[in-house]
């Protein structure tokens, strides 16, 4: 079946470096795309959505990139910081009424 | 602080019980969506809840269900436990619900039950 998925389940990075964390889905009927964080013992927090119709969307600190040739979504993090310490979620939304998850990958920023 | 509340925070039960999750919405929103999220898998999507209507139906097990109710909060009733259900179990709210989601659900600190 259709899913998402991330590349990598875990990554570590250096605090002031930027991170990237990427995100392939196979649903071409995608059209909304959604990053969440969760902290250890918290529920997932959104961080940026993205439609269909951009490539870049930028927030506070991050920076989402959608490639619809590739099925390819990315979240940047810039200047990490200890807490950005998290895993980390993509979402479509390529389904009728709900989100399909990744597997999540796992942020270690080191000191 | 989403806006989204559940309670318990904390559940401990045994085998072959019945528990009763509960979700408060954000103010406004009308769809509340149920997770759950057990160590060796993600998010794995569960019911959704429009105005009180079931909208959408995932990998949810006969023996779980759940309402909403007129004043929008929820209820996950979970009965004959098994010990593979211990879990974090998420709450999700979001002020649509129709068709593909093209809106933020913003979820709910979770509820972490423990069956024994």
């Known amino acids: 079946g259709e899913s998402v998925g991330l590349h990598l389940p875990t990554l570590s990075v250096q605090e002031g470096d930027n991170s990237i964390i990427n995100c392939a889905y196979s649903?071409?009927?995608?059209?909304?795309f959604i990053w969440y964080k969760q902290e250890s013992g918290k529920g997932p927090q959104f961080i940026i959505d993205?439609?269909?119709?951009?490539d870049k969307r930028q927030g506070q600190r991050v920076t989402v990139l959608l490639n619809k040739t590739v099925k390819h979504l990315s979240l940047q993090i810039a200047a990490t910081q200890p807490g950005d310490s998290a895993v980390y979620f993509c979402?479509?939304?390529?389904?009728?009424?709900?989100?399909?998850f990744g597997a999540g990958t796992t942020v270690t920023v080191r000191a | 602080d989403s806006g989204v509340t559940q309670t318990p925070k904390h559940l401990i039960t045994a085998t072959g019980q019945r528990v009763t999750l509960r979700c408060s919405p954000r103010?406004?929103?009308?769809?509340v969506y149920w997770y759950q999220q057990s160590l060796d898998q993600g998010l794995q999507f569960l019911i959704q809840?429009?105005?009180?209507?079931?909208?959408a139906k995932g990998n949810i097990l006969e023996r779980f269900s759940a309402q909403q109710f007129p004043d929008l909060h929820s209820e996950l009733n979970l009965s004959s436990l098994e010990l593979g259900d211990s879990a974090l179990y998420f709450c999700?709210?979001?002020?649509?619900?129709?068709?593909?989601?093209?809106?933020?659900?913003?979820f709910g600190p979770g509820t972490r039950l423990l069956v024994l």
């Open positions: 999700a709210s979001s002020v649509g619900g129709g068709g593909r989601p093209q809106e933020t659900q913003y």
């Open positions: 649903n071409s009927a995608s059209d909304y």
């Open positions: 993205i439609r269909s119709n951009m």
């Open positions: 979402a479509e939304n390529g389904d009728d009424y709900k989100l399909s």
């Open positions: 103010s406004g929103d009308l769809s």
């Open positions: 809840y429009y105005n009180g209507e079931e909208r």
